[in-house]
């Protein structure tokens, strides 16, 4: 079955720096691939996604690389702030047909000091 | 409209005893799942369903059982509770194709004794 690797499981920089969390993922036919922000006791929030017809995708702050021939995707968080400090989630599935079945990597703990 | 709903928020049960979490959207979406989450192991697919009437195992199905009667309602069975299924237990839903984007509930905490 599909399986998601997720790297550092912790990240710690300055405020104002750069942050990069890289997930890879085993299944081939997978074609979706969401990024979840989940704060301490709440429910995981989806921030960004990506479908593999789609190299890039930027939303302010946030972007989001996918290298299908590598199986690995990557979120960059520039300009960080405090308030980005939570835990953060990749997830892939076979979109359209299989969006109830997410698969999640470990999750990374990300801090951003003041 | 209030989204995924899950009661009960929180929950304690003895080894062997049984009990359903409950989950409701009011979306009209079609997907719902149910994932488990512990610590250092993120989120762990459970059962899902792509409609009423229709469920699927997921990575993480044994000692929990659901139906899907409704569009609306998903709920999760634990049938003779253990001390490993002391979790979080989060429920989400999606609409087929389109945005794909799943919407999670504020989740269960359970705890087995």
């Known amino acids: 079955g599909e399986n998601v690797e997720q790297h550092p499981s912790t990240l710690s920089v300055q405020e104002g720096d750069s942050a990069v969390i890289k997930c890879t993922y085993s299944?081939?036919?997978?074609?979706?691939f969401p990024w979840y922000k989940q704060e301490l006791g709440k429910r995981p929030q989806l921030i960004i996604d990506i479908r593999s017809n789609v190299g890039e995708k930027k939303d302010q702050r946030i972007a989001v690389t996918l290298n299908k021939t590598a199986k690995h995707f990557s979120l960059h968080i520039t300009e960080t702030q405090p308030e980005d400090s939570a835990v953060y989630f990749c997830?892939?599935?076979?979109?359209?047909?299989?969006?109830?079945?997410?698969?999640f990597g470990q999750g990374t703990t990300l801090q951003v000091k003041p | 409209n209030a989204g995924v709903t899950q009661t009960p928020k929180f929950q304690v049960l003895k080894t062997g005893q049984s009990m359903t979490l409950q989950c409701a959207q009011d979306m009209n979406h079609e997907y719902m799942s149910w994932y488990r989450q512990d610590p250092g192991m993120g989120l762990r697919l459970i059962h899902y369903s792509v409609g009423a009437g229709i469920t699927d195992q997921g990575e993480v199905p044994n000692g929990y059982n659901v139906s899907r009667s409704t569009t609306e309602d998903f709920p999760l069975r634990l049938l003779s509770a253990a001390p490993s299924q002391t979790s979080v237990y989060f429920c989400?839903?999606?609409?087929?194709?389109?945005?794909?984007?799943?919407?999670f509930g504020p989740g269960t905490r359970l705890t087995v004794l």
């Open positions: 997830a892939a599935s076979k979109g359209s047909g299989n969006t109830g079945k997410l698969i």
């Open positions: 299944d081939s036919a997978s074609n979706y």
């Open positions: 989400a839903s999606s609409a087929p194709a389109g945005t794909d984007t799943q919407y």
